[in-house]
């Protein structure tokens, strides 16, 4: 499918269009088509960023809510280096000015008026600082030989994890915990305390080492390591 552009449509970004002296704000997307659904809609939007951002990985979520509908482009890989906050900012801006493109928004700051055909956002997400660690070169490498998937059908109530490595200060390090349940979501552990499983990308397991890699912009290699301690193990 082909977008065409909507007759009038702005040629300017949403980053450049301005307010005017009056406080109003116009804008209305050269690639805006009336009556898309949101799933539509964010199908469209998925396709432009992956040709706009070719080495960039995006993961599409949207929302509906009272006050109208949302979509939001997480950022999941990509080359550039987003630790900074000046780096996030103008990465954010560059995502967002390509979805704003599909919408239009009309708004008023003077007199407290917004209305849009849909709210956007871009944000850094887990998988990201996943990635940018396994780059950098992790601490604690584990190989990847049971997937989180095989593991969910392979951990038991019964078996029992070790923190063996943790962030600095964690209080539960070296610490070993029996798994009292088992649920698609997450584990519960002995103490009433809940493990929830990460995103695919974030997890390792060789089988004996579960890493979870939970790192952020302040510490990309951020991780739990566990020793997976199985209760039928000979």
Not at 3 to 26: C, I, K, M
Not at 37 to 53: E, P, V
Not at 97 to 118: A, K
Not at 157 to 182: E, F, W, Y
């Amino acid at each position: 499918m082909i977008d065409v552009s909507t007759p009038g449509a702005s040629t300017r970004l949403y980053s450049q269009t301005p307010f005017d002296e009056r406080g109003n704000f116009h804008y209305e997307g050269d690639l805006y088509r009336t009556g898309d659904n949101l799933s539509t809609l964010a199908a469209r939007i998925d396709g432009h960023l992956k040709t706009k951002f070719p080495d960039t990985r995006f993961a599409i979520k949207t929302e509906k809510f009272a006050g109208g509908r949302k979509i939001i482009a997480e950022i999941l890989d990509t080359p550039a280096d987003l630790t900074g906050r000046d780096a996030q900012n103008d990465f954010f801006i560059a995502v967002r000015d390509q979805m704003e493109r599909f919408g239009y928004t009309r708004s008023n700051l003077l007199q407290d008026y917004h209305t849009c055909s849909f709210y956007c956002e871009a944000r850094v997400g887990q998988a990201y600082w996943a990635a940018l660690a396994a780059r950098r070169g992790a601490k604690n490498p584990v190989e990847a030989k049971v997937s989180l998937a095989a593991f969910k059908k392979q951990v038991r109530a019964g078996d029992s994890l070790k923190l063996v490595d943790a962030p600095a200060g964690h209080r539960s390090l070296g610490t070993t915990r029996a798994i009292t349940q088992v649920r698609s979501g997450d584990l519960i552990l002995e103490g009433r305390s809940y493990l929830s499983f990460p995103r695919a990308s974030a997890f390792a397991c060789d089988g004996r080492l579960v890493r979870i890699s939970n790192g952020s912009e302040y510490d990309p290699d951020s991780h739990l390591l566990y020793e997976w301690l199985r209760r039928d193990a000979a």
